[in-house]
T-cell receptor, first 114, second 112 residues
Framework: ETGVTQTPRHLVMGMTNKKSLKCEQH?????MYWYKQSAKKPLELMFV???????ENNSVPSRFSPECPNSSHLFLHLHTLQPEDSALYLC?????????????FGPGTRLTVL | AQSVAQPEDQVNVAEGNPLTVKCTYS??????LFWYVQYPNRGLQFLLK??????LVKGSYGFEAEFNKSQTSFHLKKPSALVSDSALYFC??????????FGAGTRLFVKA
């Protein structure tokens, strides 16, 4: 998990708040991913960026808005969330978006929506 | 559509004994298979992957996995378990698209 950092590590927010999650990779990779990990559910892919272009949007509600300003940084902007959005949000990166490339994960942001 | 199944929620083994964590998959094309491990309050760590070639893949921390095309399986193995191997293990599959599908995870307990 070294090489991919995420901030904050923990976040508590109300349903009317707006917050952002940040991910930074120091591996020189060109693809970045957001995943949601909920209790007792498989990891869910949310978004994929390749060379700063979004290439996958896995039917994610519009209250989640990703941003990839450059190949090293990825943000997830949050607004008007619901309690069921509480989860661990994981960022990952890979050399490219090729299916054979290994994804390297950050430590995650534990989000609690009150 | 691609899918991954990890049939066991939990596996218990004694330290020093061999361990196996099972994974079966379904994809329409060539499968690219991965194993990851997750320790408490941490992200996923890559263990090994199968892309092509030799069916026996060796990875980190003494783990290995065997790709079996006829049984569509990719079981994770280790000859001698350590207490420190106790964690949550995920199998994942990807085909030519951008989406990686993860299994539900198997919790491994290694007892001293």
């Amino acid at each position: 998990e070294t090489g991919v950092t995420q901030t904050p590590r923990h976040l508590v927010m109300g349903m009317t708040n707006k917050k952002s999650l940040k991910c930074e990779q120091h591996l020189g990779h060109n693809a970045m991913y957001w995943y949601k990990q909920s209790a007792k559910k498989p990891l869910e892919l949310m978004f994929v960026y390749s060379l700063e272009e979004r290439v996958e949007n896995n039917s994610v509600p519009s209250r989640f808005s990703p941003e990839c300003p450059n190949s090293s940084h990825l943000f997830l902007h949050l607004h008007t969330l619901q309690p069921e959005d509480s989860a661990l949000y994981l960022c990952a990166s890979s050399q490219s978006a090729s299916p054979t490339d290994t994804q390297y994960f950050g430590p995650g942001t534990r989000l609690t929506v009150l | 559509a691609q899918s991954v199944a990890q049939p066991e929620d939990q596996v218990n083994v004694a330290e020093g004994n061999p361990l196996t964590v099972k994974c079966t998959y379904s994809v329409s094309g060539n499968p690219y298979l991965f194993w990851y491990v997750q320790y408490p309050n941490r992200g996923l760590q890559f263990l090994l992957k199968y892309i092509t070639g030799d069916n026996l893949v060796k990875g980190s921390y003494g783990f290995e996995a065997e790709f079996n095309k006829s049984q569509t399986s990719f079981h994770l193995k280790k000859p001698s378990a350590l207490v420190s191997d106790s964690a949550l293990y995920f199998c994942a599959v990807r085909d030519v698209g951008f989406k990686t599908i993860f299994g539900a995870g198997t919790r491994l307990f290694v007892k001293a």
